[in-house]
């Protein structure tokens, strides 16, 4: 089973995030990170999700970034969500740890900041994605310039 960690911003886009991983796992991708839940503080500058508080009485932020840290490693490969080419702070912090790990990134869109963008090996659907990671032969595609 190719295992996955989705990546974007949890506060603007986590409708969209929870559905790329709902779509993923009915592929039989498994999702390493997030956990499906709910948002419980919507609004906030970082969101906190339901299983983030089953998991930790006391709610801390470094904790919570550092179980994103230790999932990508054990990724196939890292999908952003990046509706627009939209990415924050933290999520250009998590692609460049999943390169520097040696983890493929692939995004939704093209990302809209010109030094990260080098650093997304393939502009893919999340439907073309799925079709890349299961087929049997991974052709090389085009590096990707669609843009949304």
Not at 106 to 127: A, E, G, H, K, N
């Amino acid at each position: 089973m190719k295992k996955c960690v989705v990546l974007g911003s949890f506060r603007r886009y986590y409708r969209d995030i929870a559905a790329i991983v709902d779509l993923f796992q009915k592929a039989g991708l498994e999702v390493l990170s997030p956990v499906a839940s709910t948002v419980i503080n919507p609004g906030a500058e970082f969101v906190l999700l339901q299983s983030d508080l089953d998991r930790w009485s006391d709610i801390d932020f470094k904790c919570i970034e550092d179980r994103v840290l230790q999932m990508i490693p054990q990724s196939d490969f890292v999908y952003v969500c990046d509706p627009e080419g939209y990415i924050g702070l933290t999520t250009s912090f998590e692609i460049g740890y999943a390169r520097a790990k040696g983890i493929p990134v692939f995004s939704m869109c093209l990302v809209s900041d010109q030094t990260i963008r080098q650093y997304v090996d393939q502009v893919l659907s999340v439907q073309e994605l799925i079709d890349y990671v299961l087929s049997k032969n991974h052709e090389t595609r085009s590096e990707g310039g669609r843009q949304c």
